[in-house]
């Protein structure tokens, strides 16, 4: 399942179907998913509540049209677990400067209690700094809660790491942050870490 946060807010929960008809993009050929059955998709999300497991695999193999026999690999079985990321607290310059330390063009920006507030990169803040160059300054002592941050997609630790890889594809994303029922982020899944998967686990087949 997929989510989109606004600045906190999360504005859209649903099937990847549904995903690629509010951003309306093609979905993809090969996903035969059933949006539409909503008893399927709440059985799906109580079971998450209800922080059973085992329970949300099989409904999502249900909701997702996916042979109940077959073998799947989820996020959480290839995603970075506590990812580096950027308190929205910091100003520009230290979130800047906390790039260049960690060597990653963008990261998750994280509110009060590690709840999903969007994603910075260094494009982001050097596009601010283009915009009014005369004002550097001020612009660099800005707080992140100040801006506003673009929505950001993010998936959850028991998405098929198939449907999340067309995702990446389509929308052109770099990584997706990984986040729980209660809007906190607990991972994040990048293509790297894709590309390792089907690298390291034999029975893995992105497109089957």
């Known amino acids: 399942m997929f989510a989109i946060y606004n600045n906190g807010n999360i504005g859209f929960r649903s099937t990847v179907d549904n995903l690629y008809q509010l951003k309306k993009t093609d979905a993809p050929d090969n996903v035969s998913l ?10 799906y999300l109580n079971s998450k509540k209800q922080k059973d497991e085992q329970k949300a695999i099989n409904v999502y193999k249900k909701v997702a049209n996916i042979d109940t026999s077959e073998q799947i690999f989820h996020v959480k079985d290839i995603m970075t677990l506590e990812p580096k990321y950027i308190d929205n607290t910091l100003t520009i310059k230290e979130a800047y400067d906390k790039l260049k330390d960690i060597k990653v063009n963008q990261v998750p920006v994280l509110g009060f209690g590690k709840k999903i507030m969007g994603m910075i990169n260094k494009k982001m803040i050097l ?5 009014d160059i005369s004002n550097i300054n001020n612009i660099l002592n800005r707080k992140i809660e100040d801006l506003y941050l673009d929505e950001v997609i993010t998936t959850d630790p028991v998405t098929d790491i198939r449907r999340v890889a067309k995702v990446m594809i389509d929308f052109r994303l770099d990584a997706i942050p990984v986040v729980n029922e209660e809007d906190i982020l607990v991972g994040i899944v990048s293509k790297t870490d894709i590309i390792k998967a089907v690298s390291y686990i034999p029975k893995l087949q992105l497109w089957s």
């Not at 596009?127 to 915009?131: F, G, K, P, V």
């Open 34 to 43: 059933k949006p539409d059955d909503d008893d399927l998709f709440q059985e």
């Open 127 to 131: 596009n601010l700094i283009m915009d």
